[in-house]
């Protein structure tokens, strides 16, 4: 399948700091990503649609001044948490539109966001 | 509103057994696409299978197959043969045909292979 490439894995950062999470499609364009949270133990919830050359459309609910969102290549979409807290720690995926063969989505690894 | 609903959370199968996952679901579209995701220790989410609503055809993936039953609004996991490695959380999710932009997720099913 397609390779969706996130990065960091981890991240530890003081409260008030902001933190920069990317998210790659490495062997195909995405003009469509998409950024969820999951809680422990619990499903996918979507936060954002980030569209390529674009402002990103948000989910009811989500901040769009702490959860900044750029999108400005076909293969890379950023995920900002903006003066980070505590009860922002969480993990946080990406995904990519893939419309090669039919319509998929391949989802990066994931970001474990700990804010001390 | 779509919903998808898995009513199982937790299952548990030994090896080389075959375990069926359960998931209904929700809508008053009749064009849609309905997939199953692995999600492992690592978290990676992984794409087990896919399955579209025109097709009548079950969609098969090696070990993995499902049982669509688009009247009943059912789409149930099969998976022959377990391993060990098929341990993970296993999540339903829908889409439309109209609204690409949101997939919606079940709140998954917790698998344990035994050896």
Known sequence: ?116 | AQTVTQSQPEMSVQEAETVTLSCTYDTSESNYYLFWYKQPPSRQMILVIRQEAYKQQNATENRFSVNFQKAAKSFSLKISDSQLGDTAMYFCAFMTYYNTDKLIFGTGTRLQVFP
């Not at chain 1, 969480?90 to 063969?101: E, H, V």
């Open chain 1, 1 to 116: 399948g397609a390779v969706v490439s996130q990065h960091p894995s981890r991240v530890i950062c003081k409260s008030g700091t902001s933190v920069k999470i990317e998210c790659r499609s490495l062997d195909f364009q995405a003009t469509t990503m998409f950024w969820y949270r999951q809680f422990p133990k619990q499903s996918l919830m979507l936060m954002a649609t980030s569209n390529e050359g674009s402002k990103a459309t948000y989910e009811q609910g989500v901040e769009k001044d702490k959860f900044l969102i750029n999108h400005a290549s076909l293969t890379l979409s950023t995920l900002t948490v903006t003066s980070a807290h505590p009860e922002d720690s969480s993990f946080y995926i990406c995904s990519a539109r893939y419309t090669g063969g039919g319509e998929k989505l391949f989802f990066g690894s994931g970001t474990q966001l700990s804010v001390l």
